[in-house]
Nanobody, 125 residues
Framework: QVQLVESGGESVQAGGSLTLSCVAS????????MGWLRQAPGKEREGIAIINNDSRAYVADSVKGRFTISQDVAKNTVYLQMNSLKHEDTAMYYC???????????????????WGQGTQVTVSS
């Protein structure tokens, strides 16, 4: 069973930056795509960014220009660099792994095979 462990979430002021990390315990064909999704209280889970094992990445329009996804394949680790944070970025951020990196995966949480426990990001205005 693949385990995903996120870290890096904390409370920051608006305009600040954070880097989230997600370490996968192992890789298999169902971890070819790694992604970050977030869920704010009372809202649906929202896909933020995905990256495949060739390091092709896609970032959702809602955070494009502020958030960057990257990975260190040797460390089985995916990162989410978040800059110019806004109050509306406050959410629980989840790392996920799945077999296919498509925009559809960002929009459909059911397409992910594995999930981390989440790391809380709180942005104060």
């Amino acid at each position: 069973q693949v385990q995903l462990v996120e870290s890096g979430g904390e409370s920051v002021q608006a305009g600040g930056s954070l880097t989230l990390s997600c370490v996968a315990s192992q890789l298999n064909p169902r971890t070819k795509c790694m992604g970050w999704l977030r869920q704010a209280p009372g809202k649906e889970r929202e896909g933020i960014a995905i990256i495949n094992n060739d390091s092709r990445a896609y970032v959702a329009d809602s955070v494009k220009g502020r958030f960057t996804i990257s990975q260190d394949v040797a460390k089985n680790t995916v990162y989410l660099q978040m800059n110019s944070l806004k109050h509306e970025d406050t959410a629980m951020y989840y790392c996920a792994a799945g077999p296919l990196c498509t925009v559809g995966a960002l929009r459909n949480p059911s397409r992910w095979s594995y999930w981390g426990q989440g790391t809380q990001v709180t942005v104060s205005s």
